[in-house]
């Protein structure tokens, strides 16, 4: 069993518009609900304020869903409570924006927590692409981190080139 965490999808941070960003993410949400596994909503707080793209994906995780509000980029902190009061498994898939800095964070805290960590690449965005590219790469270093890519089918382990 695995949760899942879906960090910062809010309009103010222009990588959550990347279009090719629902599909994967939508994927994700339909597993884990199928599966009967955690679903937690991480927003920052003081971002995105009213309607956003955070209320699409909420209607997808009403039922199963938390929501969970940070004031850092690594979001981490607030997640593990939730996580802890919801399944006693440290396994976590983690989707989102900002890869280099709200994604990479809370993937970094979460690895030095002891949780096993799969970030789904094409699951994740930055609005400036190297530093998605350099920051998959290196989480992708960081022991108890791991890559999948959904594109080639699912769970599609990444191969990192370095």
């Keep these: ?19 090719g960003l629902v599909q994967p993410i939508t994927r994700e949400i339909q597993l884990a609900k199928k599966k ?25 995780v009403r039922e199963y869903g938390s929501f969970v509000i940070k004031n850092t980029d690594d979001g981490a902190w607030a997640i593990i409570p939730m996580l802890k ?26 690895a030095e927590e002891g949780y096993k960590v799969q970030v789904i690449a094409d699951g994740c965005w930055d609005s400036f692409v190297p530093n998605h590219n350099k920051y998959l790469v290196k989480m992708a270093k960081r022991e ?9 089918g699912y769970g599609t382990r990444v191969n990192v080139i370095t």
């Design 144 to 152: 108890g981190v791991s890559l999948h890519r959904l594109r080639k």
């Design 36 to 60: 009967g596994y955690p679903i937690v909503v991480v927003e920052y707080e003081t971002k995105g304020k009213g309607k956003n793209t955070l209320e699409y994906i909420a209607k997808k």
């Design 1 to 19: 069993m695995y949760s899942l965490v879906i960090i910062d999808m809010q309009p103010v941070f222009k990588a959550s518009q990347e279009p």
């Design 85 to 110: 009061a919801r399944t006693r498994s440290k396994k976590v898939r983690v989707v989102g924006v900002n890869t280099a800095a709200c994604v990479y964070q809370t993937v970094c805290s979460l």
